[in-house]
């Protein structure tokens, strides 16, 4: 069906809000129970000039904007962010080696209105920040055979589609404290034993790069069932580097992940064409916190042009979609379409998208 020319099904639109203009919404979204009481999403932005942004969504369908902040200079960005209490932490990546500020930012947003500062290779790190203002180095990881100097010789390389060896999303969960699920892009899905954390150690690594085209994003675990979600991310306009999918893995030996099936999405000839990027990105990852939808049954993935899409793993063999919204393509858009970014569901089952490009943010209710 359409809404407003957006295409839906078992979804509709709530509210949306552009940011002012700065709708360029990047890979952070979280949200906080402010202590005056509302509810408030805090936005990543994909690139300069704007670091960050707070919206006001305690009522989902007049989402307003509180702060928005600015980065030091446009050869940074802020593309991600995360939320503990109070405590929201800003990763700052450059441009180039050596550009200066670069590293992890602390900001005290007890008054979300007043964020305060209480003072090529990517890999994971663990950091302890017990104390905000003095974080300490705990252990760190690598690929084995990506860093200089490592005896390991050069891992298979796809020869068309080749976007390195590095960490990207990375999970702890409460309920496993000593695994971390990461999605290391060309490196495939890598679980890593953390009981040691000055010491972390690979207990697996799924790799399907080659023969498919890489980019593993995000990693999901769902306990109960002993799968893991595993989504790539389409990186190329017009599908050009199809197939870009959401995997079902079966976790039950975490030491030898097996993919049992993929979720079912429109053919990339329905989507490729209507502007820029069509495949899977991000998923929402249950961090199990009060304001957040915890489920392992219904996964929600964001899909670029292809909008938001919800799919039930009930039957991990058959993967069932069974919603999705697709908005209009936003005003100035340079891609002609819609670039859902990244998506987060409250414990309302309020469903927060983001555009990577101008559109802002969009929330959603789901009606099944």
């Known amino acids: 069906m359409t809404q407003n020319g957006a295409l839906s099904n078992n979804m509709r639109l709530l509210g949306h809000n552009d940011l002012g203009g700065f709708g360029n919404c990047g890979e952070g979204m979280a949200i906080q129970m402010a202590r005056d009481g509302r509810r408030v999403i805090w936005l990543g932005h994909e690139s300069a000039p704007k670091n960050f942004t707070a919206v006001d969504v305690t009522d989902p ?39 200066q500020p670069a590293g992890v930012e602390f900001f005290d947003v007890a008054d979300p209105g007043k964020p305060r500062n209480p003072k090529d290779d990517q890999f994971y790190r663990i950091v302890d920040v017990r104390q905000p203002t003095r974080p300490v180095e705990v252990g760190r990881w690598w690929l084995p055979g990506t860093r200089d100097g490592d005896p390991e010789p050069p891992l298979a390389r796809h020869p068309k589609f080749d976007a390195g060896f590095r960490a990207h999303n ?53 306990f109960d069932p002993q799968l893991v979600i595993v989504s790539d991310e389409a ?5 050009k580097d199809w197939p870009k999918l959401v995997w079902v893995v079966d976790i039950r030996d975490e030491t030898n992940p097996v993919p049992i099936s993929t979720f ?7 989507f490729g064409g209507r502007g820029g990027r069509y495949g899977a990105h991000n998923l929402h990852e249950n961090r199990p916190v009060a304001s957040n939808l915890v ?74």
Request: aromatic share 8%.
């Open 235 to 239: 990186t190329a306009e017009a599908g």
């Open 264 to 270: 079912p999405i429109p053919a990339v000839a329905d």
């Open 61 to 99: 369908r007049k989402p307003s904007v509180i702060v928005q902040t600015d980065l030091p200079h446009g050869d940074m960005r802020s593309n991600n962010l995360d939320l503990v209490g109070d405590l929201l932490v800003v990763p700052y990546q450059t441009s180039r080696v050596g550009m």
């Open 295 to 368: 489920s392992e049954k219904l996964i929600f993935g964001t899909y670029f042009n292809g909008g938001v899409r919800v799919h039930d793993v009930s039957n991990p063999f058959q993967p069932e979609e069974v919603a999705y919204y697709v908005p209009e393509a936003p005003r100035g858009s340079r891609a002609g379409a819609v670039q859902i970014n990244d998506v987060l569901v409250d414990e309302r089952r309020v469903v927060y998208a983001v555009d990577r490009l101008i559109g802002g943010l969009y929330t959603l209710e789901l009606q099944v």
């Open 170 to 222: 990375t999970n702890v969960y409460p309920r496993r404290p000593d695994r971390a699920w990461i999605g290391y892009i060309d490196g495939g899905a890598i679980v890593l034993d953390i009981s040691d954390m000055a010491h972390p150690r690979m207990l697996s690594r799924w790799d399907y790069h080659p023969p498919y085209p890489g980019f593993t994003h995000t990693l999901l675990p769902l």
